[in-house]
């Protein structure tokens, strides 16, 4: 049996941006996360090494409450329900280069329930 194990994460940048910035800055917002979440490595660290069928994730960016923001939700098919270490997804964002761009980064993670998964 696979379960499924679906997590939501949101970053606010704490910067607005114009229309002529926006997209340099959505490229390097979205980047931080992608390097993140493209890694194998640093997904086994998120997840305590557990085992995994696949990852999945889809990514938004955008300006909200004017601010730069990425939101995500990733998607984990493991044998067994599987957590997302908070500590070490912030750790891993913070220490990505663009990331001292933004010295009001916050990055908030929680578990989508499951209820919202069978939709």
Known sequence: MVELSSFYIHVSTGTDYGREDYDAAAGRATGMLVNVLSSAEAVSALTGDAPRESCH???EVCIEEHELVVKAVVDVRAPEKVK???????KMLKAQACASEWPKLKI??????LEANAA
Request: overall charge positive; charged content about 40%.
């Open 108 to 113: 908030a993670k929680r578990a989508v329930p």
């Open 84 to 90: 997302c270490d908070k500590g070490k997804l912030t």
């Open 57 to 59: 994730s889809e990514i």
